[in-house]
């Protein structure tokens, strides 16, 4: 229930939690929709923004790791309103080859 943290009322957005979304004891890994990879690292503090955390960038949009990671708001907008950056996706780190406890250390 970490990512949902609403079970059971309606009409209302998910909250992406750092650890354990997915039930395997992991943080929530994800892919943006500028193809760079992010570690989810906590809740947004607005709560209009509750589907948009704060997340670790631990890639580029080529795959490039990057270490340590650029800490990010995804609630974050240009300056046309739009977002700068959406998950797409949740994924799986060891497919990218993606130590997540490095990024914790």
């Known amino acids: 229930m970490d990512q949902a ?9 998910p909250r992406w939690s750092a650890w354990d979304a997915s039930g395997d004891g992991r943080p929530t890994f994800v892919v943006l929709d500028t193809f760079e990879l992010a ?3 906590s809740a947004n ?3 209009e ?9 631990v890639s580029d949009d080529l795959g490039n790791v990057r270490h340590p990671g650029d800490l990010v708001d995804l609630a974050e907008q240009d300056e046309t309103g739009n977002f700068k950056r959406t998950i797409i ?3 799986d780190p060891d497919r ?4 997540v406890g490095d990024y914790f250390l």
Not at 52 to 57: D, E, F, T
């Open 5 to 13: 943290g609403t079970a059971g009322r309606r009409n209302e957005l």
């Open 39 to 41: 570690i989810i690292h």
């Open 45 to 47: 503090a607005n709560p």
């Open 49 to 57: 923004m509750v589907s948009r955390p704060n997340a670790l960038v």
């Open 89 to 91: 996706k949740t994924g």
């Open 96 to 99: 990218y080859g993606i130590r």
